[in-house]
């Protein structure tokens, strides 16, 4: 399985468990298959997806999480394949995207895993 990052800019990155139960146009998608076909399309693919975090937390995406219900926190987040460093990582775009659920599993604040939903999904190139 590829590892994956979150990136909401500005060098806020964090390392996720896992990205899971990708769903575009009411369809669901493998995310790895996704990214090797390579589905750039020339109308918006809007859908959403569900990210686990680790155990490293940054704090700016907990406090975009925690938003859900704020309609200001609407931006786009990009997923890293691999390593945030390395240029050669895939990207995926996801184009006005918003926490729209969180799931807590243990009793501490901080979101563990949550909805991402988005206007369009493209892979950089």
Known sequence: MTAYHLDLG????EALDSVTKLTLINNDL????FLTSN????????????LTRGDVRHPATTTWVEDVENTDTHQDVVL???DPANPASRRIRLTDAWASASYHLDEDDDP???????????IEK
């Open 39 to 50: 589905p750039n399309a020339p109308v918006p693919l809007w859908g959403n997806v569900v």
């Open 80 to 82: 890293i394949a691999g």
């Open 112 to 122: 563990d895993a949550f909805l991402i939903s988005f206007a369009d999904i493209t």
């Open 30 to 33: 493998d995310i790895d298959a």
């Open 10 to 13: 500005n060098n806020h990155a």
